[in-house]
């Protein structure tokens, strides 16, 4: 019998992978991971992890697995909390589920469980995996879930193949609906519970109040820019080369404040991220103010007005030569070389097409469409099928 620690985390999903999981015979140990108790960066009254441990813990007895739970809050709040406040520091935004992910639940979570002699890892993801050989060694693929409107491939997209080897996802060709009606009928206390919403692991949190617990809050200008400026004018020019004419298409517009007119006051450029429409608390224009780029240096926030606004869209972006990750490293570009493939810079967003152009500094992801919101210090995951091949982070 091959032992598999159950990353339990008082969900639905990850009860009913236990479940599974146990009737296909497989030794299996839940585990709950303890992440956040910080209380100096209070987040709410509430207390998430404390009934999530709870139910994770009457789900291991219900199904008579050995339950524990481990605490790795100093390692998620520097590795995960800490980048956080870094990167927004910058004027990026961050995605703590992917890194979470990569950094927490398959590595931190994944040495322990393997030190407890387990064989393999499971969570409850809706993706899936598969295998296949050449010449006496072992790929492994990382394929999006069944359900179309869960898979949550993209969230796992800086997994290793070393990673992957020692992983099981359960609950990948299943449909949340069935997945339910099996906690239902397995009488599990996460049967009704609803899905998470919130930072991985820390539970419910406006993320301003948040952020605001470490970066001080600043006033400063909304700006708006008005949709006929030059900018948008520009007339693509002759290139002399294809590494010049990526650049172009991959370069943000530039924005000076006198590019446009102040319409408010902000608390802070760095709580706010592109493509954002909230809490602007602007008024008395027609169509609602979008975020089209904030300066964290001069603390100013553009915006324009719509979602159609040409300041939202772009139609490549750029990923440092060292944040480029091949799930599937034997299919890594070498310098130079294409690939088309679809991509999706954002979680739940439909596959894009697209080429990436690999060059000796980086690689440039070439979308057919111009994308809203290309965001620096998101993920952008690229696919052929319904294989997750590879990912970076937008520079």
Not at 83 to 93: A, I, K
Not at 231 to 248: C, G
Request: aromatic share 10%; with cysteine.
């Amino acid at each position: 019998m091959k032992k598999v620690v159950v990353g339990l985390s008082g969900g639905v999903d990850s009860s009913v992978s236990a479940y599974l999981l146990k009737e296909q015979g497989y030794e299996v140990i839940g585990l709950f991971m303890k992440n956040w108790h910080d209380d100096s960066v209070t987040i709410s009254d509430e207390c998430p992890w404390l009934e999530d441990s709870n139910d994770a813990m009457i789900v291991a007895e219900k199904l008579g697995i050995p339950f524990q739970t481990v605490d790795l809050s100093e390692q998620y709040k520097e590795r995960i909390v800490d980048y956080m406040f870094n990167e927004y520091e910058r004027g990026r935004t961050p995605n703590p589920d992917v890194l979470c992910n990569r950094e927490i639940k398959f590595d931190v979570f994944m040495k322990i469980a393997l030190s407890l002699g387990a064989d393999y890892v499971a969570t409850g993801h809706y993706c899936r995996k598969a295998a296949f050989e050449t010449n006496g060694e072992t790929t492994y693929q990382l394929l999006s879930g069944k359900d179309n409107n869960k898979d949550q491939s993209y969230f796992l997209c800086q997994l290793t193949q070393e990673q992957l080897s020692k992983t099981l996802f359960p609950i990948g060709e299943l449909q949340k609906s069935e997945v339910r009606r099996i906690a239902a009928e397995q009488e599990l206390v996460t049967a009704d519970k609803k899905d998470s919403q919130g930072l991985c692991f820390i539970g419910k949190v406006r993320l301003p109040d948040f952020l605001q617990q470490k970066l001080k809050a600043k006033e400063g200008n909304i700006i708006e820019i008005k949709s006929d400026i030059a900018t948008y004018k520009n007339d693509i020019p002759e290139f002399e080369s294809k590494i010049e004419e990526l650049k172009f298409l991959a370069q943000k517009h530039q924005y000076q404040p006198n590019d446009g007119k102040v319409v408010g006051k902000h608390q802070g450029a760095h709580y706010f991220t592109k493509g954002q429409r909230k809490g602007l608390a602007v008024g008395g224009t027609p169509e609602p103010l979008f975020v089209i780029d904030t300066d964290v240096e001069e603390n100013v926030i553009y915006t324009g007005q719509g979602k159609n606004h040409p300041g939202i869209y772009r139609k490549a972006l750029f990923i440092n030569a060292d944040e480029v990750h091949w799930v599937r490293e034997d299919l890594r570009l070498k310098t130079d070389e294409t690939k088309k493939i679809k991509a999706r810079i954002r979680y739940r967003q439909p596959l894009q097409d697209a080429t990436l152009h690999q060059t000796e500094h980086g690689m440039y992801v070439v979308f057919e469409e111009p994308q809203a919101s290309i965001t620096e210090g998101q993920f952008v995951a690229w696919y052929k099928g319904e294989e997750l091949l590879g990912s970076g982070v937008i520079s």
